[in-house]
């Protein structure tokens, strides 16, 4: 049995502004103090000691959060490039107040986030089947590379849910918001019968 626990990295200036951050990968994504203290506050309440090793997403703001939640553990580190976050092509370093006035069809009116049909308007944007997938590749090589380790993947909010959506197949993708900042959420992977279970999304550890 593997375990998973995917956290989402701590909030960033570009979070703030609520921006598709994307794959942009400059100060503006980098994490601000906030989260940098969020990062430091998980690391106060969930110890990760227990695990084998972190994979993380290559962006600069996966590796903060992934180096002040290990200052103490020091875990292995290893990087993913299927890890990283959802690239809303031509979207990326774009507000979604924006976005959604020129495009009100491509947004739920709920969350106040991207349709599916958002690549319909953002020349090479990742359609969610794309992160889905690749995720799922992840998933499947990295338990069978450690059939009976404890993992921590430090990652982004999209991706997570990618995770979750691939698991739970749920009809509308949207009925699952994205997590919050420093959330952790534990898959459970089998590798013999390679069957799934999310134990838990989007946990806040205080």
């Not at 980098?30 to 990062?39: H, P, S, V, W």
Request: proline share 5%; net charge negative; with cysteine.
């Amino acid at each position: 049995m593997t375990e998973f626990y995917f956290i989402r990295h701590g909030q960033t200036t570009a979070n703030v502004l609520k921006m598709k951050q994307g794959t942009i990968n400059t100060e503006i994504t980098y994490l601000n103090e906030n989260g940098k203290n969020q990062a430091q506050h998980l690391a106060d309440n969930f110890d990760i000691s227990f695990a084998d090793r972190i994979i993380c997403s290559p962006l600069e703001r996966t590796k903060q959060t992934a180096a002040i939640i290990n200052r103490k553990s020091q875990l292995p580190i290893s990087f993913d490039e299927r890890l990283i976050e959802i690239s809303y092509g031509e979207w990326d370093g774009h507000q979604n107040a924006e976005l959604r006035k020129l495009h009100p069809d491509a947004y739920n009116d709920y969350l106040n986030d991207v349709l599916p049909i958002y690549v319909k308007y953002a020349p090479n944007g990742e359609t969610f089947e794309d992160v889905i997938k690749r995720v799922h590749e992840f998933i499947i090589d990295t338990m069978q590379q450690y059939p009976d380790e404890k993992i921590i993947c430090v990652t982004h909010g999209f991706t997570v849910k990618a995770v979750a959506l691939d698991i739970l197949k749920p009809q509308d993708p949207m009925t699952l918001p994205e997590p919050r900042n420093t959330s952790v959420s534990k898959i459970i992977a089998l590798p013999n019968s390679q069957k799934f279970y999310l134990e838990y999304y989007n946990q806040a550890f205080n």
